[in-house]
């Protein structure tokens, strides 16, 4: 069964470095999303991103964030100059109608 | 934005036992999907129900679309049921989600 899958599992870094997620979508997905859940709280959505460019983001997609699509089957998220409060799980997702998640990357930032 | 509200925040069950799990939600949705978020925090798809019922195995949903709601049914528990349940919603039609705060369920042998 095709999942999403996302890369790494876990990625510590320090404060004001930058970071890349990675995920790779369900190959005939047209919809991409990235998702935050600080610890103990709700998923947030960041972003979606369709036919190669933002659709929409929320509030919390600020300057610090981008996304890229850099190939045919990549999907990344880059966090510039991180700061304590982005320490989360970072999940990717796909689909249209309905959205699947990959496993998620839980980033620590020290 | 739409709000999503899930109840009760809390359950803990003895293995065996029935419950159900709540969401009520502010607006019409094009899109809902209960999800379990297992202890390694993965999001394992359990339905996209924006109507009607669904079963699979000992989980079944309902959505009554109108009303606004939906119901999460787990029957005969087992311990492996363990973890947060959400649920999640889109107005939209391209799955831009918002999911509830979550439902902690325990399930004690």
């Known amino acids: 069964e095709p999942e999403v899958t996302q890369t790494p599992s876990h990625q510590v870094t320090q404060m004001g470095q930058e970071v890349i997620l990675r995920c790779v979508p369900i190959?005939?997905?047209?919809?991409f999303y990235w998702y935050r859940q600080i610890l103990g709280q709700k998923v947030e959505f960041l972003v979606s991103?369709?036919?190669?460019?933002?659709?929409?983001k929320s509030e919390i997609f600020d300057d610090q964030f981008s996304v890229e699509r850099p190939d045919g089957s990549n999907f990344t998220l880059k966090i510039r100059s991180t700061k304590l409060e982005d320490s989360a799980m970072y999940f990717c997702?796909?689909?249209?109608?309905?959205?699947?998640f990959g496993q998620g990357t839980r980033l620590t930032v020290v | 934005g739409i709000q999503v509200e899930q109840s009760p925040p809390d359950l803990i069950l003895q293995e065996g036992a029935n419950s159900t799990l709540r969401c009520n939600f502010s607006?019409?949705?094009?899109?809902l999907q209960w999800f379990h978020q297992n202890p390694w925090g993965q999001l394992i798809n359990l339905f996209y129900?924006?109507?009607g019922t669904k079963q699979n195995g000992r989980l079944s949903a309902t959505t009554v679309a109108t009303e606004r709601y939906s119901l999460l049914y787990i029957s005969s528990s087992q311990t492996t049921d363990s973890g947060v349940y959400f649920c999640?919603?889109?107005?939209?039609?391209?799955?831009?989600?918002?999911f509830g705060k979550g439902i902690t369920l325990s399930v004690r042998p």
């Open positions: 997702a796909s689909g249209g109608t309905e959205a699947f």
């Open positions: 190959s005939n997905h047209l919809y």
């Open positions: 991103f369709y036919n190669n460019e933002i659709s929409e």
């Open positions: 607006d019409s949705v094009n899109n």
């Open positions: 129900i924006p109507s």
């Open positions: 999640a919603v889109d107005p939209g039609a391209n799955s831009k989600l918002t």
